[in-house]
């Protein structure tokens, strides 16, 4: 297809997009020629800005457009319960279900030997300050169950040994309206293993 | 939920596009935000570039960033035959298939009463100069099938009369792949009205 240069260009970044395929880029980009000249001077801008302003919270690593985040501001929230996770995506997707009303600490990557991740290069340095400053700590770990989630789990566990800190980490199981029928050997084991008392 | 002001604007911006919801926007936004800043750079450029230096094909009306677009300027095209359609998506639909080796004529948009668009008010001036131009035209109509697409092919055949243009429509009929069970009525009747004798 011969595309006029920057539909051409524009598709392509598109495409880069995650789940966004030829065809949708293409559709996208076409759509896009139909905004107005105020839509697409802001919506360029507003990309610049997005990548410029938006930096990470001093305190707990999630992204922001200020010093600190609305998160670790709001003075409603339990400061002693620290939900640890892998990468700020997850804070959106905690903060959606409204269920969670601690704070967060993003660690913005997980230990990782063959990707030569050590402990070192995650923000984990922050987190010990963090539960030395409070008085009852409590660390959830919402880390995925991979080799280095678990490698990551058990050496917060180990480091956080001689403090105070209650640690848990969230339980694995069925996902909710899955079919048993389909599930995996390793999530049925899991499930079998994290397995509940109901009476 | 709170998403910082900057990320809050993007998904604004890629909800706009078509079939693109709440959370296809959100993920598209989180990605562009590991886009490194000289790709956002030129995305935010990209855009506003294609808003503004794309314009429409002196002669056939397709969009292009030059005064005269690809397709009119190739010679190796047909000339003689020319596809008539109501916008220039179809272009890109008809070069991907690779089969038409005419020129097209865009007419942006269809004759629609009801929408107070008359005759006048679509690209139909220009496409009866190229036909009176040439020695022995052939127009192709690939509207779509509605009461504006039928009532645009009605006028176009009606205008051209008196001039020696052959034209034709695009046959109505059963879509590659599609099961004759679920076809809708009008797809049926019309297939049968359009039927192919075929020995």
Do not use: Q, W
Not at 38 to 48: A, G, N, Y
Not at 130 to 156: H, N
């Amino acid at each position: 297809m011969n595309y006029p240069v920057y539909l051409e260009k524009l598709i392509n970044y598109y495409k880069k997009l995650p789940g966004i395929g030829e065809k949708s880029a293409e559709r996208l980009a076409i759509a896009t020629l139909d905004f107005n000249s105020d839509e697409i001077e802001e919506f360029s801008d507003t990309l610049v800005n997005a990548k410029n302003k938006l930096g990470r919270c001093a305190i707990c690593g999630h992204i922001t457009d200020e010093e600190i985040c609305d998160i670790c501001r709001d003075e409603t929230r339990n400061k002693s319960v620290i939900c640890v996770i892998e990468d700020y995506k997850s804070v959106f997707s905690f903060e959606k279900s409204g269920k969670f009303n601690g704070n967060y600490h993003v660690l913005n990557g997980l230990i990782s030997p063959m990707d030569d991740i050590g402990p070192e290069d995650i923000n984990l340095a922050s987190l010990i300050m963090r539960v030395e400053s409070l008085d009852e700590p409590e660390l959830i770990l919402a880390l995925k169950p991979t080799i280095e989630g678990e490698a990551t789990t058990l050496y917060i566990k180990k480091i956080l040994e001689n403090k105070k800190a209650t640690i848990s980490r969230l339980s694995y199981g069925i996902p909710i309206g899955a079919e048993i029928d389909y599930l995996d050997n390793v999530t049925l084991e899991k499930a079998l293993e994290d397995r509940k008392k109901i009476s």
